[in-house]
């Protein structure tokens, strides 16, 4: 196998190109055995083809990126070859594939074209692909390959090559070499980066062209004063790449956005640095991968006197500097803290004592405003050799300038507002993000053994329960037993919700399930009695059940035993604690309405197993004296039932209001989603509200004829009004007057009742944070008693609970203070976060 010609002299090519496609290139070539030797006649003399005059090729398979060589008698007319002189053409299609010929004293290269795409990089050849190669040859052709002297090739040639894979040009893993190096250091500082890759590289894992930015190659500036004290930056600018096929070379070139620094004593260089993953188009991988140093120049220094008189800006280092100090007056700087007609000329931003925050492309910082003590980035304690700790307070972070390039992200973490002071500029870029949203509601961080007392959570999808089939507990195992579904009480606490920061206020918890919500003593009952008639898990005939089985909650039982399984109130603005609860303290709902807090929601129904219905009774109220049980579906106008299933549902939580006005939560959706999957809203076996073919409605509704009297959620629609129980209900009952809370509301905090809310003056402490979303309550469904066909009102026999929801936390509070310019492409979100979905029951997501 011999070499293939690489041509190094530009000048002595000439490049014909015959088409255009993509392919990679090869390294290998075989002699041709019978060329036709002296005299004036011209033809070939060898081939890499291993082809003879007039015979086939001996080679018959080449990479989709080899050259074809033909070596003629003598000097080729470069103006002879083309593709009505030399054919290759694709058999499958005739197709002539992209090949550029080369002309080069008396060989033809016929090498495939290289084609960069979005795609990547690709070469003339296809793979597997099978070609025909004609040379046209005197006297049976007037148009043929001709020397220098006129004289017409005698020589045809008829071959047929298939391709397969990819040959390695330059064999071996490849090397990359740069400028500046230690040998040929920069002369000025303003130089460009050069690396060169001694093999065709893979492109597009070195850079992005439609960012230039890459993220296998680095280049940072390190200043290393030799105590210790060593700052590294990230040096910004754009990259750009370019492959050479004749020098089978790469060639990556870094521009940067300013100049360079120069040395004079400290240790500084620029510090390269190369992924290990970095290959070549056949996969080599780089053989001096890693870190590596480039000089920089030499400015050096003498002894003198430096004058600044202020006069001018030709040293002003405008990015870390606040606006209109230098040269206010001509020779002296005005005073930050100057003071006109009682006003602050320049507020300013901070006394920089932080140093520069650089937050580079891809990087996500975090600062934490609970913090007392950080690092500097331009103080060092000689006797401890390492930045100086510099104290801080109330979530204040005062840096001499502040960028953010690429799609970084800032954040922060803590209870205080995040308050970020510039000395100078301020600048995010337009894919970067300065974050302070609130949290969507999560898993409860704490679990705990205790069946009871445990908080722990579904987290952001909640799953329904099912009642277990045999309604006994094991109490030494904290379990129900089912068919169907077993689990722990801890399944069914109430949804747990966003825990706020940056005083953005905590959403409110979810209900718990009715199972799950009380006992207080070790006397005290289950929410069932075992001893009773039973519920079914399906219809059944025999005994009715018996109405005082689900003891908790029935007759002289105290509402407010039953708490928990009511939503929460989320806390309100500057994440202010809420303490209204419907049950035991309705008065304090509407101090927390009027932060701002989402309201919570009632569980649905209030009781565990009859619907309250008339509000409007004397106290304690239609929880007690004007009930029913919960019913089936069941059709009117011929006094049976004609659904088998009933549903109970509580609203989901309101949001929390600060400047914006949160939404009041919703009883039902048609449907939702998880994960990538949506779903329709499903009764307790899975069956959709709606059902078109059977004309079943089974959306929860109201109905309040008299042999009816369904409230499936919490409405009153019969009356034009929004609840059949507002939130705060028993407030209002016992004080007539009290302003009403609706269930679920929206926080309702007014900002223009607070005098000068939107000034930034401090003392009026209005840099809080949003407040958080309500909590669901609990909801119940379950399936009716076979009391055969034609009986009225049938009862649900068979309850199935599902914990509710909780809320998402408020968005954070964020202060930006710049000192001078404040550069806004990118964004500042302050979102507060999402609620828990909750779903009926586990099959629906199979």
């Not at 296998?216 to 004290?229: A, E, K, P, R, S």
Request: glycine residues 14%.
């Amino acid at each position: 196998m011999l070499d293939i010609l690489r041509l190094r002299a530009p000048l002595a090519l000439l490049v014909l190109a015959a088409g255009f496609v993509s392919c990679f290139d090869n390294d290998s070539t075989a002699s041709a055995g019978s060329g036709i030797g002296s005299g004036q006649d011209f033809g070939i003399d060898s081939c890499s083809l291993g082809c003879g005059g007039g015979s086939n090729c001996s080679i018959s398979s080449i990479a989709t990126n080899q050259e074809i060589v033909l070596t003629f008698t003598r000097p080729v007319d470069p103006s002879s070859v083309h593709s009505g002189t030399i054919q290759i053409i694709d058999l499958s299609n005739g197709s002539a594939p992209a090949v550029n010929f080369i002309v080069s004293d008396n060989k033809v290269i016929l090498r495939p074209a290289l084609v960069e795409s979005g795609f990547g990089v690709q070469f003339g050849f296809d793979e597997g692909a099978s070609y025909q190669l004609q040379l046209y040859s005197s006297p049976n052709e007037s148009t043929v390959v001709k020397s220098t002297q006129g004289a017409p090739n005698t020589t045809p040639i008829l071959c047929t090559v298939t391709t397969s894979g990819l040959m390695d040009q330059v064999p071996g893993a490849p090397a990359v070499t740069w400028t500046p190096n230690e040998a040929a250091p920069p002369a000025a500082q303003d130089f460009d980066v050069v690396l060169t890759f001694g093999d065709l590289m893979q492109k597009y894992q070195l850079v992005d062209p439609t960012t230039g930015t890459s993220t296998t190659v680095f280049l940072t500036l390190v200043d290393d004063d030799g105590q210790g004290n060593v700052l590294e930056i990230p040096v910004q600018g754009l990259w750009s790449v370019e492959l050479d096929q004749n020098l089978l070379q790469t060639r990556m070139t870094f521009v940067a956005d300013n100049a360079y620094p120069g040395v004079i004593s400290t240790n500084r260089y620029l510090r390269l640095t190369l992924d290990a993953q970095i290959a070549d188009l056949a996969g080599n991988l780089l053989v001096n991968s890693g870190e590596h140093v480039l000089p920089l120049p030499v400015t050096g220094s003498q002894a003198g006197i430096f004058e600044e008189d202020f006069t001018n800006a030709a040293w002003l280092d405008e990015a870390a500097s606040g606006e209109g100090l230098w040269g206010a007056s001509p020779g002296v700087l005005d005073s930050s803290y100057a003071v006109v007609d009682g006003e602050a000329v320049h507020v300013g931003g901070g006394s920089g004592v932080l140093g520069p925050l650089y937050v580079s492309d891809l990087d996500e910082i975090s600062l934490d405003t609970d913090s007392t003590q950080i690092a500097s980035g331009v103080l060092w304690d000689e006797g401890a050799e390492s930045a100086q700790d510099v104290s801080i307070a109330g979530g204040v972070f005062p840096y001499s300038e502040v960028s953010m390039a690429g799609t970084s992200t800032l954040s922060g973490t803590g209870g205080n507002p995040l308050r970020i002071f510039s000395r100078g500029r301020i600048s995010i870029g337009p894919s970067a993000s300065l974050d302070v949203s609130g949290d969507a509601a999560q898993p409860d961080p704490i679990v705990q053994s205790d069946p009871i007392n445990s908080s722990e959570a579904d987290g952001p999808f909640n799953l329904g329960k099912y009642m277990p089939t045999t309604e006994l507990f094991k109490a030494g195992a904290g379990q129900f037993e089912n068919q169907t579904y077993s689990g722990s009480l801890d399944d069914a606490v109430g949804g747990f919700p966003g825990i706020g920061k940056l005083s953005g206020g905590d959403g409110g918890r979810g209900g718990d399930a009715w199972y799950r919500a009380y006992k207080q003593l070790p006397a005290d009952p289950w929410y069932f009695d075992g001893s009773l008639d039973g519920w079914a898990q399906s219809w059944q005939g025999g005994p009715a059940a018996d109405p005082a089985r689900f003891v908790d909650g029935l007759g002289s039982e105290s509402p407010v035993e039953f708490d928990g399984v009511d939503g929460f109130n989320g806390n309100g603005i500057g994440n202010i604690p809420a303490s209204g609860r419907p049950r035991s303290s309705a008065s304090d709902i509407l101090v927390d309405w009027q932060n701002g807090s989402g309201m919570g929601s009632w569980a649905w129904p209030p009781l565990s197993n009859v619907i309250p219905w008339n509000a409007d009774a004397a106290f304690p109220g239609g929880f007690f004296s004007s009930t029913e049980p919960i019913r089936s579906h069941y059709q009117t106008g011929f006094g049976s039932s004609v659904d088998l299933y009933a549903i109970h549902r509580s609203r989901g939580g309101g949001g929390g209001s600060y400047w914006t006005l949160g939404g009041k939560g919703e009883f039902y959706v048609s449907n939702f989603t998880f994960g990538s999957t949506t779903v329709p809203s499903v009764n307790p076996l899975g069956q959709p509200f709606h059902n078109n073919s059977g004309g079943l409605d089974r959306i929860p509704d109201i109905d309040t004829a008299t042999n009816r009297r369904v409230f499936e959620f919490n409405g009153r629609d019969d009356e034009g009004l929004e609840d059949l129980y507002v939130w705060n209900y028993f407030e209002v009952l016992t004080n007539p007057g009290t302003q009403e809370v609706r269930d679920a509301a929206a926080g309702g905090f007014d900002p223009s009742i607070v005098s000068g809310i939107e000034t930034l003056d401090p003392s009026q402490s209005l840099l809080r944070g949003g407040s958080g979303g309500g909590g669901a309550g609990s909801s119940m469904h379950g399936s009716a008693n076979n009391d055969g066909p034609g009986v009225a009102n049938p009862g649900i026999e068979t309850y199935r609970n599902c914990d509710g929801g909780g809320g998402g936390a408020g968005g954070g509070a964020c202060q930006i203070q710049a000192g001078n310019d404040f550069f806004l492409d990118g964004t500042i979100e302050a979102n507060g976060g999402e609620g828990a979905t909750s779903y009926y029951m586990s099959q629906i997501l199979s």
